[in-house]
């Protein structure tokens, strides 16, 4: 009687932990990981590895002194969210498209470039300092370089079938997208007001869906979307447009400019449930880094954090910024050139590594905060991203 009740026990104990350990799964627990073998990224400077570089200039020191040791095409003096994106996949770092300098495309390639918008913008990078190679340019590029990879891939063969991606990796490919801050920011520094900047979030968000589906068109079936992260947290944003205290959050942040990228993000995600019903065949996740990011700065030394709104690279200023002299700037004393803008001891400390752009350590946070899908809509991991809700 005694073993039938210390059995009886067990057998309870034993189905309890089985019950706790199936409940605390993630959602899709049975089905296997996916095998991403690339990715093709688009975006802004957020996840920009040498595009804006390639063709403009060399974003150049103290960029990449922690993890890089030299200017590695990023704006940050690490790794960007995408580094971190493609390392958890297995994959290597993506060499940007417009760089024909050491670039391997063999697990994909980034099209993303600093400035960049979804809309196209009517000025020239010096005027307005956006990027001529907005959204729909690197659609444009994408699509020829799918095309013209797989033509040189199986017409010469040798070195390039080491270089270019397989034809099945496009369809079997995670495409990445973190691209929509700077065309707020472009009506803000244009003079609109706010109610002229929500008025064009529509056409914006738009222009988003057709290049959405226009990937789709060409077999790519893998979507990650990020939304727009807290700009009115920005020093870029909040020393160029400067706003009355009663606007300012306990963050010490600019709400007006929040409240624009959380509408910005509203409308998105409303994109993404749509483009679901359009595209059945495609897995879509939606990522919420603005929450991820507020958090981080909102509660900056609760997380290990000594700075939150100030640049570790710049100079002077509340926030170590000032837009005439930045990172890594120099000026000449005595018929030398000095650098007067440097970065800060430790900017393992900082969030904001430049005014407008992430330290290596505040990009390694976001990604630790969304890589287990808490902050996906479908709330899937990203290795699981390939899989439809």
Sequence with gaps: MESQFSLSIITVLLLSSLALAAASRPRKSGAAPCDFPAIFNFGDSNSDTGGLSAAFGQ??????????????????DGRLVIDFIAQGLGLPYLSAFLDSVGSNFSHGANFATAGSTIRPQNTTLRQGGFSPISLDVQFTQFSDFHRRSQFVRSQSGGVYEKLLPKDEYFSRALYTFDIGQNDLTAGYFSNMTTDQVREFIPEVIDQFKKIVKYINDQGGRYFWIHNTGPVGCLAYVMDRLPILAPQVDKAGCASPFNQVAQEFNRQLKMAVTQLRRDLPMAAITYVDV????????????????????????????????????????????????????????????????????????????????????????????????????
């Design 59 to 76: 974003a150049g020191p103290p960029s990449g002194e922690t993890f890089f040791g030299h200017p590695a095409g990023r704006y940050s």
């Design 290 to 389: 603005y929450s991820v990011k507020y958090s981080l700065i909102s509660q900056a030394r609760k997380h290990g954090f000594e700075e939150s709104l100030r640049a570790c690279c710049g100079h002077g200023g509340k926030y170590n910024y000032n837009r005439n002299v930045g990172c890594g700037g120099k000026k000449m004393v005595k018929g030398k050139e000095v650098l007067i803008a440097g970065s800060c001891k430790d900017p393992s400390k900082y969030i904001n590594w430049d005014g407008v752009h992430y330290t290596e350590a505040g990009n390694k946070w976001v990604y630790d905060h969304i890589v287990d899908g808490s902050f996906s809509d479908p709330p899937l991991a990203l290795h699981m991203a390939c899989h439809r809700n």
